[in-house]
């Protein structure tokens, strides 16, 4: 059977939240460097093989982006430090995500107030979360 998460390993998948215009905006604006095989942006709201992978780990999408690197998943916080990892080191905007995120503590510390920012954007807009799990321990639907 064929593991989603290995079939291009040198690709990098960024899982997002299609309908968050911040969301989008991120993966629009990030890349990463050539080496790393290019990147994919794939929306969580949609059907696509990652997405499913994501869930069926127990991955919430609407507690944080998933980023697919080299066979394994990173989530959240990780999946931030991992993208400002892997940002081209030209230009101001890959730049600043390198000075801000390359850093796991702050990635971790200020991740939570992104995601709140996400949720109450959402709630203003009128827009659903994404709900790839239940509420009964975090299986899939």
């Known amino acids: 059977m064929a593991d989603p998460a290995r ?4 690709e990098v998948a960024l899982i997002y939240d299609g309908e968050c215009p911040v969301c989008t905006a991120y993966s629009c ?3 990463v460097e050539p080496e790393s095989g290019g990147l994919r942006r794939i929306d969580a709201r949609g059907d696509d093989a990652l997405v499913r992978l994501a869930t069926e780990a127990g991955l919430d999408l609407d507690d944080g982006m998933v980023v697919v690197h080299q066979g394994k998943l990173h989530h959240g916080a ?3 430090h991992l993208m400002a990892r892997l940002a081209p080191r030209k230009g101001l905007r890959n730049r600043l995500n390198r ?5 796991r503590a702050v990635a971790h510390l200020s991740y939570p107030l992104l995601r709140a920012g996400r949720n109450t954007l959402l709630r203003l807009l009128g827009r659903k979360k994404i709900h790839n799990l ?3 321990g975090g299986q899939p639907r």
């Open 78 to 80: 990780d999946a931030l």
């Open 134 to 136: 239940d509420s009964g």
């Open 7 to 10: 079939d291009n390993p040198d």
């Open 99 to 103: 000075a801000l995120f390359g850093s």
């Open 29 to 31: 604006s990030v890349g």
